[in-house]
């Protein structure tokens, strides 16, 4: 049961426009979700987070909306730059002393220059 | 502040053997996580540890357990390695209280023959 799914494997995009990475979920437990970048044998790297008592967080060039009642997030990358090309997942967690984290499958991103 | 820390990075084991991990969680930090990636299921979640306990506990076969030290190092083992458990093993650390973001480790590639 995959509780956090990504559907798109593979999105390209070209340097300097919009990234779009989605991100669906089931479990209406999760009030905690975040995005990792992750290159390949390399750890993945925190990018942004979003608690549920938002819609909205913006870090720089990345933005991560999530809409509740449709259980989406998407995280937006503007203008994207080459160095963005990695796999991107999801993760969401269940607070109240919960630490796992349910991570999607990821997309890989590809920049083209 | 240093990073998540992970000893080793590579290790090539045989099947029944068995394998310890270390981790160091960032200064600070009393939570710390254990995930398996692998090509068919992803990232997922092993166990968590906060302050010497295992507070958390993902479906993962007793063959692999835990354990924390009061300096919040965390060491992770396996034992009677199947060739199914070569994987990337990532460690992360968060606080465990508060702000629930995870901060991985680079991973150790273990490769079982």
């Known amino acids: 049961d995959q509780q956090v799914k990504q559907n798109s494997p593979s999105l390209s995009v070209q340097e300097g426009r919009i990234s779009i990475l989605n991100c669906d979920y089931t479990n209406s437990m999760f009030d905690y979700f975040l995005w990792y970048k992750k290159y390949p044998a390399e750890g993945p790297t925190f990018l942004i987070s979003?608690?549920?008592?938002?819609d909205k967080n913006e870090d720089g060039r990345f933005t991560v909306f999530l809409n509740k009642s449709a259980k989406h997030l998407s995280l937006h990358i503007v203008p994207s730059q080459p160095g963005d090309s990695a796999v991107y997942f999801c993760a969401a967690s269940a607070l109240k002393g919960n630490e796992k984290l349910t991570f999607g499958t990821g997309t890989r991103l590809t920049i083209i220059p | 502040k240093a990073g998540v820390t992970q000893t080793p990075r590579y290790l090539i084991k045989t099947r029944g053997q068995q394998v310890t991990l270390s981790c160091s969680p960032i200064?600070?930090?009393?939570?710390v996580s254990w995930y398996q990636q692998t090509p068919g299921q992803g990232l997922q979640f092993l166990f968590e540890y906060f302050s010497e306990t295992q507070r958390n506990k993902g479906n993962f076969p007793g063959r692999f357990s835990g354990r924390q030290f009061s300096n919040s190092r965390s060491e992770m083992n396996v034992s009677t390695l199947e060739l199914g458990d070569s994987a990337l093993y990532l460690c992360a650390s968060s606080s465990g209280q508060g702000d629930y973001t995870q901060y991985f480790g680079p991973g150790t590639r273990l490769t079982v023959l």
């Open positions: 200064s600070g930090h009393r939570s």
């Open positions: 979003i608690s549920s008592i938002k």
